[in-house]
């Protein structure tokens, strides 16, 4: 085992299952060859002479490549976003005073809604030479989209903030109102780059270095680190909420620069195909082990905009029974679906339980079943 982690935090990461996996790895192997690697928690875990990843998604696959490379573009990008980040809880820090006493006059009515307006519009003015610019001039965006979102966030969170004391006959310690404040003006920056991911995705471009600087904070901030989108083809997860306001990507900077993630990125090829696509690109060798962990037969298959739908699990299955020469373990939620396509095979197939830790409404089932299947 290598003991490294994964660059990022994905979806159906296999970071909790690792023991259940390491106790069925083949023996022994060469190559190590993962079609649908995700975050990679098997991939970073485990040592082979050469390894062969994919994903279909091209912000991810193109991740990996940077940090490969160690592109200096992309760390440039990855040091701007972050910096900003620091320099907003500076600004909370000089400004928390200001806000509070004008939060405190619309409190006990001394402002109206419109007052208070007024002199959110005014902070909101009054920081703008603050930040690093270049994040917010490019391809049709500037600093007053940023503006307007840090304004309505502040405005509505005070708004809210009035409501539930009244609601709850309670009022807000100074530390809870400071980070409600705190969660409002870095949610703003947030949903800025939301919106720019968002924009991107049909069509606009920028650089691809920081489009995936871009794609790698949302990834960090947003919710529970999901990946939905809505019927519009837009990314709608919210920011994380006030315990995320303690986070910052200096360490994961500081890891993407370890010599050690960087040798093994070096021994890797790195491909963003469909996965039998890629397969057919390299030798497969019968001493070889390819893990497989594809999305699962499910009805949130949100993840990431790319399908995964039951004819590419059959595509999938009939590989696996038919022409994969080499060990395999395939790791997939049970359903009625996926276990017809199995069960009359020679594989040998076990069940092990996963509880998540994160249920979107009510669309993953915090109790399921998830099927080990090996050739060996």
Not at 38 to 64: E, M, P, Q
Not at 125 to 137: C, G, H, M
Not at 270 to 283: A, L, M, P, R, S
Request: charged share 30%.
């Amino acid at each position: 085992m290598s003991n490294l982690k994964p660059l990022l935090k994905y979806p159906g990461g296999k970071g909790r299952e690792l023991n259940i996996i390491n106790k069925n790895l083949p023996k022994s192997f060469n190559n190590y060859i993962e079609p649908f690697v995700g975050g990679g928690a098997v991939y970073w875990n485990i040592n082979a002479k050469k390894y062969f990843i994919n994903d279909i998604s091209r912000d991810l696959i193109l991740l990996y490549k940077y940090v490969k490379k160690q592109d200096k573009e992309f760390f440039g990008e990855l040091n701007l976003i972050d910096g900003n980040w620091h320099k907003l809880k500076d600004i909370v820090d000089q400004y928390f005073k200001f806000l509070s006493k004008k939060y405190y006059s619309y409190k006990y009515e001394k402002y109206s809604c419109y007052n208070l307006q007024t002199q959110i519009d005014r902070f909101v003015r009054n920081i703008e030479n603050k930040l690093r610019v270049p994040l917010f001039t490019f391809n049709g965006f500037n600093i007053d989209i940023f503006k307007r979102q840090l304004n309505s966030n502040l405005f509505n969170k005070m708004i809210r903030i009035k409501n539930n004391e009244q609601k709850y006959k309670r009022d807000l310690e100074s530390k809870g109102l400071r980070d409600n404040i705190e969660c409002a003006i870095k949610s703003a920056y947030y949903m800025y780059f939301r919106e720019i991911y968002n924009t991107l995705n049909k069509g606009h471009n920028i650089s691809p270095r920081r489009r995936v600087a871009i794609f790698l904070f949302i990834r960090e901030y947003c919710f529970s680190s999901m990946f939905r989108f809505n019927s519009d083809g837009n990314f709608n997860v919210p920011y994380g909420g006030i315990s995320y306001n303690k986070k910052n990507m200096d360490e994961k900077i500081e890891y993407y620069r370890n010599r050690k993630v960087i040798n093994k990125l070096k021994k890797t090829r790195i491909c963003c195909d469909d996965f039998v696509k890629f397969i057919n690109k390299i030798e497969i060798k019968k001493d070889d082990f390819m893990f497989i962990d594809p999305p699962y037969d499910t009805q949130f298959s949100e993840y990431d905009k790319n399908k995964f739908d039951k004819e590419d699990q059959i595509r999938l299955a009939n590989y696996l029974k038919n022409e994969c020469p080499c060990k395999f373990m395939l790791v997939i939620k049970n359903t009625d679906f996926i276990e017809n396509l199995y069960k009359n095979s020679d594989f040998k197939i076990q069940q092990i339980d996963k509880n998540y830790s994160v249920s979107f409404r009510d669309r993953n089932k915090k109790d399921v079943v998830h099927l080990i299947i090996t050739n060996y």
